[in-house]
């Protein structure tokens, strides 16, 4: 397992932007694809992006597709996600996590169940 923290969070203003950070440890972090996931107050925790091990492919949630960018530098271990035009219903604590898998991850078919490390959360609050 990889141990994952998360930064970057914070407050604010309906069409503003912040970037959000997760740094891995140990020296395998380049062989995980890894995802962001969020959960807004009384809902279910949801996908937001992913990131294939090397960096090549991305996959967005329809909510967010075209306003948020996952990347990852392995060499700095620390995917990360810009998150742009946010909008008050964006306000969730935001986890990133690593996949399992032990073959080719396919993103578009990757579950929450798939991700084996969850990092301990960081909060976005978008305010009208």
């Known amino acids: 397992q990889v141990q994952l923290v998360e930064s970057g969070g914070g407050l604010v203003q309906a069409g503003g932007s912040l970037r959000l950070s997760c740094a891995a440890s140990?020296?395998?972090?380049?062989?995980?694809?890894m995802g962001w996931f969020r959960q807004a107050p009384g809902k279910e925790r949801e996908f937001v992006a992913a990131?294939?091990?090397?960096?090549?492919?991305?996959y967005y949630a329809d909510s967010v597709k075209g306003r948020f960018t996952i990347s990852r530098d392995n060499a700095k271990n620390t995917v990360y996600l810009q998150m742009n035009s946010l909008k008050p219903e964006d306000t969730a604590i935001y986890y990133c996590?690593?996949?399992?898998?032990?073959?080719?991850?396919?993103?578009?078919?990757?579950?929450?169940?798939?991700?084996?490390?969850w990092g301990q959360g960081t909060q976005v609050t978008v305010s009208s």
């Open positions: 140990g020296r395998t972090f380049s062989s995980y694809a």
């Open positions: 996590a690593a996949e399992r898998l032990s073959g080719p991850v396919v993103l578009h078919r990757l579950t929450e169940a798939d991700f084996g490390s």
């Open positions: 990131i294939t091990r090397s960096g090549g492919s991305t």
